[in-house]
């Protein structure tokens, strides 16, 4: 098979992925679409190596994750995540559901490793399968290499319609309350959305700042993420990646970087795409025995993970007082993160109402708490979390 047919073949199985998710108001996944077309092909006529053969070998995928993640950290505003403490609060308590009931009942049902393998992947997304993926191939686990992949890929039907119910629920108490006087729009302060950026730079002409300076100084700070995971390995095992978290937070708030530096550098939509391609390059080694055998724990651990979520969120809730549904809603962030977070709840804030007005004050209320939940549970800890799980495969 040449390059360009390759090219070709995977990413028309991504954009029929798209199409389907955006016909179906994501309630069927993109992921899952992509993924069945992946294993198909893999059945019959892909070659096991059309992902690289397309142009994406292992050490590009590499190379796109430090990019990534440190770019992830440049999205983290600090004053943001203050105003939203009880989100916070409520997101580490959904997590801390999923990994008690995991590993309470879990590893009742499962071994500890398939457990391991799970938790990360279900509080987070694509980074932090991919990590526990690598870690478990490199420990000779090939079905839970696979494993990690495909609970990636499963955990937003559950997600994607509860969300859905719980917010569609929220909403309707809000907009009652709004409609009897009892409610008013928030008012959000932008002044730290748009931070001095680039303060180290200040004083450079802004036409310097070029696609390759900014990729420059990402590739940088994801050097020095690598170089120090290195220089502390004789003394404690960090992954990088989670370097690469913390090294972004720290260079933008420094000024070192800007914002969202990647999709500033016109290069984020390609990095997603080769990013999404190496994940499902996982599913090569999938064969239609290894997945019946990957059924029941995938359908259990999700289940349990889902249970767990809505336990600890609910207790939470309660105490900050904030609505169960809104908590459960805000824990759910973790099973798909940005940007079905945004997508999910403006779909329910336009299904509840034609008023504009009615709609502003519903997205002041709703849209930041899921968006700073899906950022703490995917973004951060999924990361840290992988960090951690995988040193012990």
Not at 49 to 59: E, K, M, N, S, Y
Request: proline share 4%; aromatic share 12%.
């Amino acid at each position: 098979m040449s390059q360009m047919l390759a090219l070709v073949l995977v990413v028309a199985i991504l954009f029929i992925g798209d199409l389907v998710a955006v016909r179906t108001k994501a309630w069927i996944p993109s992921v899952f679409i992509s993924a069945v077309l992946f294993l198909l092909g893999y059945w019959t006529f892909f070659p096991q190596d059309i992902v690289a053969l397309a142009g994406v070998p292992p050490v590009v995928a590499t190379m796109l994750i430090y990019l990534l993640i440190t770019n992830m950290g440049t999205l983290l505003s600090v004053q943001e995540l203050i105003r939203q403490w009880k989100t916070i609060l409520i997101s580490l308590a959904g997590i801390l559901g999923i990994v008690v009931i995991l590993f309470g009942i879990g590893t009742l049902l499962f071994d500890v490793q398939t457990v391991l393998v799970a938790i990360p992947p279900l509080v987070g997304g694509i980074v932090s399968a991919l990590i526990m993926s690598e870690g478990a191939a490199g420990a000779g686990l090939t079905m839970l290499s696979v494993f990690a992949i495909v609970i990636y890929v499963m955990q937003g039907f559950a997600g994607y319609p509860l969300t859905s119910f719980v917010l569609k629920k929220e909403g309707k108490m809000l907009l009652s309350k709004l409609r009897n006087g009892e409610l008013a729009e928030k008012s959000e302060s932008k002044d730290d959305i748009k931070q001095q950026e680039l303060k180290l730079f200040s004083k450079m002409p802004e036409k310097y700042n070029t696609d390759y300076f900014k990729f420059f100084r990402l590739a940088i700070v994801g050097y020095l993420a690598y170089l120090t995971s290195e220089l502390l390995a004789p003394l404690f095992t960090i992954s990088p990646y989670v370097l690469c978290l913390l090294f972004g937070v720290i260079a933008t708030s420094i000024g070192f970087l800007e914002r969202q530096v990647l999709q500033k550098a016109n290069g984020f939509g390609f990095a997603i795409l080769a990013l999404m391609l190496f994940v499902f390059d996982g599913l090569k080694v999938a064969t239609p025995e290894m997945m019946m055998d990957i059924l029941y724990p995938l359908v259990v651990c999700i289940g349990l993970g889902v249970i767990g979520m809505y336990l600890f969120s609910f207790f939470m809730g309660k105490v900050l007082k904030v609505s169960k549904e809104m908590a459960f809603a805000i824990s759910l962030t973790a099973l798909y993160g940005f940007p079905a977070d945004y997508i999910i709840t403006n779909e329910v804030i336009v299904s509840l109402t034609e008023d504009e007005k009615e709609r502003e004050v519903l997205t002041s209320h709703m849209l930041p708490p899921m968006l700073v939940g899906g950022f703490i549970s995917v973004t951060i800890v999924s990361v840290i979390l992988a960090g951690i799980f995988v040193g012990f495969l």
